[in-house]
C-alpha cells in the first residue's frame, strides 16, 4: 500500500444501498464502494456499465486480502463484533494466517471513537479491519480518516468477523459455487431473514423506480 492519509473501502448490499444514501456524509466519506451481492449487481448491470460482485468473504476476496496483510507484514486492528466473537475471530485468523499481525482488536460497541483513534496511532497500525454493520462501520471509518494523520486503510467487513467466529470458513462449499450465500444467511440468522422479507422487495421496487425515472 501506498498512499500518504487515511483511505476507506466500504461494500453495499440491498440493506445498507438505502442506509447510505441517506447521509450524504458517509458516502463522501468513503473512499471506495464495491458492491456485495448478485442482486445489486444484476440490478446496476440493467442500466449502468457492468460492475462484478466484490465482498468480504472467503467466496471473495477475504482471503486474499488477508493474505496480503500477512505476507506485507502490515500491522493490523480488528474491530467489531461482540468481546466473545472478536476474541474467537482473531483466534481463528492467526490460525489460517500464522504470520498476520494483528496488534490490536476490540469489540465494535465503542462509546469514545477518539480513544481507539489513539490506540491505532499508538500500535502503529496499517490496515484496520471494522466490522460494525452499516452505518455504523461507515461513520468510524469516515470520522477516522478526519481524526487520524498516519496513512492507514480502513475497510469494512459487515458480519465477517461474526461468521469467521462461528467457522473458519463460514460459507458451505455448495452454497458458494451456486451463489447462494443470502440462503445460508437467511437460514441461520433471524435478523436476516427480517431484513430480506423487510427490506429486500422495497429494494428492489425503490431502485428500479429511481433508475427507470432517472433515465
Known sequence: MNFAKPVAISFVNPFSYYELQQRDDLV????YFFSDGALLCK?????LPKITRASFDYSS?????LQYVSES????????ATESENSKAVEVLRQQYPNINICYHRNGYIKDASAVYNELEAHDIDVVLVGMG????????ANGKKALARPMLFITCGGFLTQ????????HPMIKKLGLRWLQRVVMHKHVRDRVIRQYPKFVVC?????????
Open 43 to 47: 440490478l446496476h448491470n440493467l442500466f
Open 164 to 171: 469467521t467466529s462461528i467457522k473458519a470458513d463460514y460459507y
Open 28 to 31: 463522501d466519506g468513503i473512499d
Open 73 to 80: 507484514k502490515l500491522n493490523l486492528a480488528v474491530i467489531g
Open 207 to 215: 431502485y428500479l423506480y429511481n433508475m427507470i425515472t432517472k433515465r
Open 61 to 65: 476476496i477475504a482471503g486474499s486480502f
Open 134 to 141: 452499516t452505518p455504523y462501520q461507515e461513520a468510524f471509518c
